[in-house]
């Protein structure tokens, strides 16, 4: 039994849809909002970044390349190092883009086992999908949140665009606004955040992300953070982290129990409640066997109080609600 700190404190876990049910479905699309939100899951995740009218669309990169027809549709309109940046588009001309499932460099499927056709999916503003959201709650009766990234506020920042104001004003729109809302706002840039809370002055649920620092995500020093003391101030301006699966339960080679790291039990004992990110049963933590072992350390080992899923059925129904 692990001791009552490590315990989740936070009331029944929190599922939440990973740029939609994207396991099912090209990644950011009305289809993969509309089935995770079939699905069952609690909170459908949006990532947000800037176009060159600013207008604030749910996309996880920075370049369109690898989930849209972007180099066919707009040859010629590559940087200087060939990528196609979303900021350099016009919201009229990204609506025009078709978007299809996650594709390496060189052309193949990223994730070979899911979706793999090309319809005229296309990319929307984050409007857009909280109105999605508000039409679908409404239909269902249901209260399914939103979870929406701040993506790269330092790099928005250097383009000469100031990216949180404008969602937290879209989010305001919708009525997202308070701690009560069904609304959680993630951003792994812990300045970025503090201004967000202090500056701004927003009462929306926030979660500091956590990477690692090798991955540049943002200046932010996540070994420091992930200190008892790191996670002391991240709970002055947040309610929560997220973690990266890794950092929260490591699952042994040779076969022995998994391992929680303190970072849960840490957190809880700020009050922080602890997001992990991301599970596809197309890509298991290593040596975690099966998803159903990968749950159980993560629920039950570690403790942690919601997941990201790219496969929110799965995740719902290995914790008993499907
Ligand atoms: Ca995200």
């Not at 790269?152 to 937290?168: I, Q, T, Y």
Request: glycine share 8%; with cysteine; charged share 20%.
């Amino acid at each position: 039994m692990a001791p009552a700190s490590t315990q989740r404190r936070f009331g029944p876990p929190l599922v939440i849809a990973h740029r939609g049910a994207c396991g099912y479905l090209p990644e950011h699309t009305f289809a993969a909002k509309a089935y995770a939100h079939a699905l069952g899951a609690d909170c459908l995740e949006q990532d947000v970044v800037l176009t060159r009218d600013d207008v604030p669309i749910v996309f996880h990169d920075l370049i369109l390349e690898e989930v849209t027809d972007v180099a066919a549709r707009f040859p010629g309109r590559a940087r200087a190092d060939g990528h196609y940046y979303a900021i350099d588009f016009g919201y009229a001309e990204l609506t025009t883009l078709a978007v299809h499932d996650r594709i390496e460099a060189g052309g193949a499927a990223a994730w070979p086992l899911r979706f793999g056709e090309r319809l005229p999916f296309r990319i929307h503003s984050l409007a857009e999908e909280l109105t999605l959201v508000r039409g679908l709650n409404r239909a269902t009766g249901r209260r399914v949140g939103v979870y929406t990234e701040v993506k790269s506020p330092a790099w928005h920042r250097a383009e000469g665009k100031d990216l949180a104001p404008r969602v937290l004003g879209v989010l305001a729109e919708f009525g997202y606004r308070t701690a009560e809302d069904a609304c959680w706002l993630q951003c792994f840039d812990a300045a970025e955040l503090g201004r967000i809370r202090f500056e701004l002055g927003s009462a929306l649920k926030l979660v500091q992300l956590i990477g690692e620092n090798s991955w540049a995500e943002a200046a932010t020093d996540y070994d420091a953070i992930r200190t008892p003391a790191g996670l002391a101030a991240v709970a002055r301006y947040a309610a929560g982290i997220g973690p990266w699966i890794p950092q929260v339960v490591s699952w042994q080679a040779t076969g022995a129990p998994p391992v929680a790291s303190s970072l849960v039990a840490d957190a809880h004992a700020t009050g922080l409640a602890v997001h992990a990110y991301t599970f596809r049963i197309d890509q298991l933590p290593e040596h975690s066997g099966d998803a159903a072992s990968a749950h159980r350390a993560l629920f039950d080992v570690a403790h942690i109080d919601g997941l990201f899923s790219d496969f929110p059925d799965v995740t719902l129904s290995l914790l008993g609600r499907r």
